[in-house]
Nanobody
Framework: QVQLVESGGGLVQAGGSLRLSCAAS????????MGWYRQAPGKQRELVAA???????NYADSVKGRFTISRDNAENTVYLQMNSLKPEDTAVYYC????????????????WGQGTQVTVSS
């Protein structure tokens, strides 16, 4: 069982940066794949970035070169560093966790956080 709590969202101007955190509780964190998803109003939820238990990563094309996912297994936390933010990055960002990499990248993870709002003004 894993419980996830996101933080770090907020309002930022275009070109600015934010760092999201996802704190996980439970004994499975270190072996689980982790992911960040986002959902904008009227749009489907989409994968932003994902990371395996050993640090391999995957990014959506729209965020490559701007966002970085990382994890600290000692702190049971996964991060999303977001730079050069654009208004189209505005969304609720969710953390996801699952033992299966496929489940995380396909949006079928067992565990999800409640989400944190990111708003980028132009």
């Amino acid at each position: 069982q894993v419980q996830l709590v996101e933080s770090g969202g907020g309002l930022v101007q275009a070109g600015g940066s934010l760092r999201l955190s996802c704190a996980a509780s439970g004994s499975d964190f270190r072996i689980n794949a982790m992911g960040w998803y986002r959902q904008a109003p009227g749009k489907q939820r989409e994968l932003v970035a994902a990371i395996t238990s050993i640090g391999s990563t995957n990014y959506a094309d729209s965020v490559k070169g701007r966002f970085t996912i990382s994890r600290d297994n000692a702190e049971n936390t996964v991060y999303l560093q977001m730079n050069s933010l654009k208004p189209e990055d505005t969304a609720v960002y969710y953390c996801a966790s699952d033992p299966s990499w496929g489940a995380v990248v396909n949006g079928e993870a067992d565990y999800w956080g409640q989400g944190t709002q990111v708003t980028v003004s132009s």
